[in-house]
């Protein structure tokens, strides 16, 4: 990676400042940047994640470019709103998204997975400013989120929390848990995204009837329905869509609300990358130089040069 | 005869008075750890999780880091096996600020059997890093380390047991890592922890009666960060070290004092007592301290034995 | 416990062989001495629960003196049909319904909680033939279950599995996680009872709202609602009524299913023994000389005479 | 230069052809662990159990009792940690006839860190009565050790790795319990398990190059049940035993070995070289064997050190 960064490091240093908050070209432009900055970063460190970095790219944008209270100057302010990557494995998606935002060089990207760095292979908050929560095991995101959220109502702060799940991932039963005693608490001040790609790592055979197919995980079964019967606020939404995003999140902050909210996001694994699009294989890759040149292409960044 | 969950809990109830931020989580089991004194004393400062023990130690980690104290209450067994995941990932790699009320350690659980004693959780949670496991001998050790957790940012493991626990002979004041001896004696030591100390003294006077022979007996609070040294000093100049404790022989204070002892050889003989790597089962606490030989009178026994064996191997 | 036994006994020996299968009255006359003997043998040994044992007595009465294809004679025949009682801490209930039904003798009750017990204060199914299931740890048995399920399916057995689950236990993730597999894997072979007698040990306080009640951990919460959108038949019944009971049970079985079945019970806890109903404090508890007098009374037992 | 992992798939394959009761059960990891071979070669004996480790394991037992053998593929940690409850409760203490293949042990995982490493798992498995744990130290001795697993009546943990493992000098047939010696040798014994135990055979060669010391080198594949006579032969003589493992210090070969000795006075001095109770992090492997003192040449440099300390106390 070379100076030619640039432009990009600039705007994350003044997010979207002067213009609209709600430029969702803007937000495109950023999102794509950060699309290629993960799989570049991993293929340069070969290892790690793919597909779900990028279906939960644009969802992760949208919040620390538009919707969360934060400052990546100070990171650790204690009303900051605060964002919990339960499906930890995405982390690269977290760092491309903070480095554009301003919480560290983009160059530090490089580090990604080598001896101690601070951006590890799986979230580790006790290693890197800004970063809320560690994660890695999965399923526990929610229930952190939970106590979160929990501590931010009864401290008096107005802080909102923002947990993003795997779709593969809630099939862990501590999700469960947590689903409950959230309702239960009425934990309005509590938002769980989840990134409904149709994939996880291997999973399920195509049994030949509705379900248990390895395209969905959970084809069949109304979500939606079952968050509604636990008491929770459904929003269902194209989780590459900024304006159907922003409007969520709009929505899920609102006030005068006694439930917590879920969004179900419906996202494509691999996301604006042609050949790891729905392909359950490309949870995790390493992409040769021709892939990553075609991946340039395919996100439109052909114009920003090599990295 | 204060037991050590009542010593937890009106401790814990005292410091929570003055500080706002102590708060208790309890995954229904509050009738049972004494969580309920807190509950009926502070309600504001008390939150059911209902039974999700996994939740519930994520949720303390996250109110941790909005400047909260949170304690937990449930069975140790249910801590150390249930939620181990989150107790690790989310509470010590993170070095959250949150302290594990671990009750009904041990067998003597009241009559619950073999799913709810918890005899592996010293070997479990001395393995994690960043994990403080304290194990008081007595109430008012107890209340001390709950005091002393309390002042301390960072996660912590306190070992609690149902029963009266009658009180440590001679017993220093409690500090983080010592080692304190109860009884003096000669060249054969008792080392043990937590509730079975007082078990391991009056067996020491058994063997004394029984045999002439007065072993100095050694209470072991702070499992973990031992002070090394101080188990060292108190170990000095024997020839048969006897670890007993109410957990298996396997890993715990045991494992903590072979590993210490063998790091710095030549190491006297170490006879570990406690459970023989089984399951416990449900009786009354009698009877359950006769069969695994943890009672004053069964451990005598077993003490004596190994003098004479000991005493043929020297003399 | 005297020789007075001895006319349950030889019924329990020759379990409603020449009447109907399904003389209800009879069926009430086993439930109720199978209270006696939970709450007589607690007293006795000092120690263990008594409010879920009673509100789930007639459930597991149904499926021992009518239901399961059981053979106490043979306990471990691997076709029979396997009952898991998931919440395990009414154990006394299981060890008194198996007494009647012959697998041992009732006086062996009297070893409960005892030095070298086949009785354990929670099922420990490597001591006691007939015990299909050891639990005490709450939330695995529907998993357990849902394997036991698979296990039948896959080696061509006939055998039913049946699972009973507290309505406080079911807030353990564990019990979602069998909710999910077991509807996949269409486990038509397998059913779950939730024994919703509406109390748990400890319980939420009321909050002034439609939630968190002591009264009932769902509370506000359509669980029914909540399995049908995992997949699963739900079936709701009075779990004291024994024609519902019977009905339910031969529903659940039925052919032609593709799905697993759940039973949503409602019952009381503490059922039969007045000053107990309801009553969250009897969770567990020692009942007096007294209070045995009024339960035997309350049962309808006063003819038997002093056991 | 077969991976342990590989291994394993490869073997339960053959052993499952010839046994249709022997099935797999995965939590969604059968790409990493190599169940995807497994799964592509008898998908009849296959189930999916989704990323839920406790159901898996307890539907494991469930599926035992009709007579199958399951497996279970997962990651190391998701077992010991997430999945412990159950693994207790519905294998362990019912002797349920049900394997854990527990993949990515250790730190060399594949640049995942330390949410994924699992350097703690000796310590919790040994620590659980009626568990069987085995180490294995290369692809053969794997091999072995699926097939006496797939005979074996009873729970059994099996430690695997993710990388590429070099085959073990010498190393006897496995037989449950047994130690075996790999590298003939003087009065320094080396002690090490799994794949470390190659590690250390290289270290051992390192330091007899800069030293001119020739450390003897023992295997332990069974980490319990361990023939404890076996291993006291293997160590008979030394004055000191240097414990290496891809572990924690704390509770595992180490402790094992240091309750061993210790139980038979006088004990010569161990030196336990692993984890130091701190947890890993995400890197290449190489890095993290310098950084944690587990390379080869690591390795003979800190085994050295202790030569000197030795030699200077005993001569
Ligand atoms: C407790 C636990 N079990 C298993 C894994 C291994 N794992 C990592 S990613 C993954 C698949 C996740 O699928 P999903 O949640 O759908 O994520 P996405 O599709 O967004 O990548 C699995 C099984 C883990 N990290 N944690
Ligand atoms: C994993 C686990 N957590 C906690 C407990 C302690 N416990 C035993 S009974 C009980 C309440 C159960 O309530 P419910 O399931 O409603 O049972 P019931 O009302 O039928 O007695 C609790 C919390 C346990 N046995 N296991
Ligand atoms: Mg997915
Ligand atoms: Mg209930």
């Not at chain 1, 101690?116 to 560690?134: E, K, M, V, W």
């Not at chain 2, 999700?52 to 949720?59: G, L, R, Y």
């Not at chain 2, 009884?183 to 020491?204: D, I, K, M």
Request: aromatic share 6%; proline share 4%.
């Amino acid at each position: 990676m070379t100076s030619k960064h640039v432009d990009i490091d600039t705007m994350s240093r003044a997010p979207l400042g002067g213009e609209s908050r709600r430029s969702f070209a803007a937000l495109e432009r950023v999102a794509a940047t950060a699309r290629w900055l993960s799989i570049s970063t991993v293929a340069a460190s070969q290892a790690g994640h793919v597909g779900g970095p990028l279906s939960a790219m644009d969802l992760i944008t949208a919040l620390y470019f538009d919707q969360m209270r934060i400052d990546p100057a100070e990171p650790d302010r204690i009303e900051r709103d605060r964002f919990v990557l339960s499906k930890g494995h995405s982390s690269i998606a977290l760092y491309s998204v903070m480095a554009l935002r301003g919480y560290f060089d983009v160059l530090e990207l490089a580090t990604f997975d080598k001896i101690d760095s601070r951006l590890q292979g799986h979230p580790d908050r006790t290693r890197l400013p800004g970063l809320d929560a560690s994660s890695g095991s999965l399923g526990q995101g929610l229930s952190f989120g939970m106590g979160l959220a929990l501590g931010a109502r009864m401290a008096g702060r107005d802080s909102h929390t923002w947990v993003m799940l795997g779709d593969g991932e809630i099939q862990e039963g501590m999700v469960w848990e947590a689903v409950h005693v959230a309702a239960r608490y009425r934990l309005a001040n509590l938002t769980a995204i989840v990134d409904h790609n149709g994939l996880q790592q291997y999973g399920w055979e195509p049994d030949g009837n509705d379900r248990g197919d390895r395209g969905d995980p959970w084809r069949g079964i109304d979500l939606g329905a079952v968050f509604r019967s636990f008491g929770w606020r459904v929003i269902e939404i194209d989780g590459h869509d900024f304006p159907q995003i922003l409007a969520a999140y709009e929505l899920a902050r609102g006030a005068n609300q006694t439930r917590p909210t879920v969004i179900l996001a419906s996202t494509i694994k691999g996301k604006g990358i042609s050949y790891a699009e729905h392909q359950h294989a490309w949870h995790n890759g390493i992409a040769s130089q021709e892939q990553l040149d075609r991946a340039r292409v395919d996100l439109g960044l052909d114009d920003i040069g090599e990295m | 005869m204060t037991s050590l969950r009542v010593a937890w809990a009106d401790t814990l109830v005292a410091d929570a008075r003055r500080n706002e931020r102590i708060v208790l989580l309890d995954a229904d089991l509050a009738t049972s750890t004494k969580g309920d004194t807190f509950a009926a004393a502070l309600p504001g400062q008390f939150m059911q999780m209902g039974i999700a023990e996994q939740n519930m130690v994520a949720a303390a980690a996250g109110l941790s880091d909005h400047g909260f104290i949170p304690w937990m209450s449930s069975f140790a067994v249910f801590f150390t096996h249930r939620a181990l995941d989150p107790i690790r990932m989310l509470v010590a790699q993170t070095r959250a600020n949150v302290k594990i009320a671990a009750g009904y350690s041990g067998v003597l659980t009241g009559l619950t059997g073999k799913t709810h004693q918890d005899v592996q959780d010293l070997a479990i949670m001395r393995a994690m890093p960043g994990m403080v496991v304290l194990s008081p001998g007595d109430a008012m050790e107890c209340a001390q380390m709950v005091r002393w957790a309390n002042e301390y940012d960072g996660p912590v493991y306190l070992r609690l047991a149902r029963d009266a626990a009658p009180a440590l002979p001679a017993a220093a004041a409690f500090h983080v890592g010592a080692v304190s001896r109860l009884v003096e004696g000669g060249t054969v030591v008792l080392v043990s922890t937590g509730v079975q100390s007082v078990r391991t003294v009056e067996a020491a006077a058994l063997v004394t009666a029984s045999t002439g022979v007065t072993p100095r007996v050694v209470h072991v609070p702070t499992i973990k960060p031992l002070d090394e040294e101080s188990l060292c000093a108190q170990l000095a100049g024997v020839d048969l070290v006897v670890v007993v404790e109410e957990h298996s022989v396997i890993g715990g204070l045991g494992g903590l004092v072979s590993e210490v002892l063998c790091s710095r050889a030549p190491s006297p003989r170490v006879v570990r007592l406690g459970l023989q790597d089984h399951w416990g089962e449900s009786a009354p606490n009698a009877d359950l301290l006769d069969k695994y030989g943890l009672s004053p009178a069964a451990l005598a026994q077993s003490i004596a034995s190994y003098l004479n064996i000991d005493g043929a191997n020297n003399g």
